[in-house]
């Protein structure tokens, strides 16, 4: 059983920062890939970044310079420092992993963006 409790989700003003984490725990072998994707009200989920195992990250363009992730493989965690925040960030964000054998989901943590 593999379990993803993501962190850090909240109310901030625009032009403020949060900083999401997913931690990873159960029977996880090998995680190659780690992301963040998200999904406004009346939206279809999209990706907003990802990481691979060595640290390449990969970024929707409309959170690119805005965003930045990380992991940690040793904790078997991703992070999402999330800066310049606008209104239009507002969604709830999903962490996601890949191992070798399935991909996993977390429940989501919700971000709101408004003054």
């Known amino acids: 059983q593999v379990r993803l409790v993501e962190s850090g989700g909240g109310l901030v003003q625009p032009g403020g920062s949060l900083r999401l984490s997913c931690v990873a725990s159960?029977?996880?072998?090998?995680?190659?890939?780690m992301g963040w994707y998200r999904q406004a009200p009346g939206k279809e989920r999209e990706l907003v970044a990802t990481i691979t195992r060595s640290g390449t990250a990969n970024y929707a363009d409309s959170v690119k310079g805005r965003f930045t992730i990380s992991r940690d493989n040793t904790k078997d965690t991703v992070y999402l420092q999330m800066n310049s925040l606008k209104p239009e960030d507002t969604a709830v964000y999903y962490c996601q992993i890949d191992t070798a054998f399935s991909n996993y989901w977390g429940q989501g943590t919700q971000v709101t963006v408004s003054s």
């Open positions: 159960g029977s996880i072998f090998s995680i190659k890939t």
